[in-house]
Nanobody, 113 residues
Framework: QVPLVESGGGSVQPGGSLRLSCVAS????????MGWDRQAPGKEREMVAL???????KYEDSVKGRFTISRDNMKNMVYLQMNSLKPEDTAVYYC???????WGKGTQVTVSS
């Protein structure tokens, strides 16, 4: 009902960086907790990071200190800055709206030599 569209995925070598972006088409974007999930081949989808409307954040342990989630409520955007990428970060990354329980279609992130 309210689309989420991710972008910014790609292929990088270990230690590299990517910045994912997500735009939400809703007039009340600012009230929602937003986040990023990911799903690697053969694995279940897992939570990576989330950010509340007040800017409080939570991270999956393996990405803590390497990834940073942020939001721009004026632009209805949420971002995931990914640094020091590892091969195990390879997955499809999905933008998530916790309030409406919706996900985008995902963007591929591949980390390899």
């Amino acid at each position: 009902q309210v689309p989420l569209v991710e972008s910014g995925g790609g292929s990088v070598q270990p230690g590299g960086s990517l910045r994912l972006s997500c735009v939400a088409s809703t007039s009340i974007f600012s009230i929602y907790t937003m986040g990023w999930d990911r799903q690697a081949p053969g694995k279940e989808r897992e939570m990576v990071a989330l950010i509340t409307r007040d800017g409080n954040t939570k991270y999956e342990d393996s990405v803590k200190g390497r990834f940073t989630i942020s939001r721009d409520n004026m632009k209805n955007m949420v971002y995931l800055q990914m640094n020091s990428l590892k091969p195990e970060d390879t997955a499809v990354y999905y933008c998530r709206n916790y309030g409406m329980n919706t996900w985008g279609k995902g963007t591929q992130v591949t980390v390899s030599s």
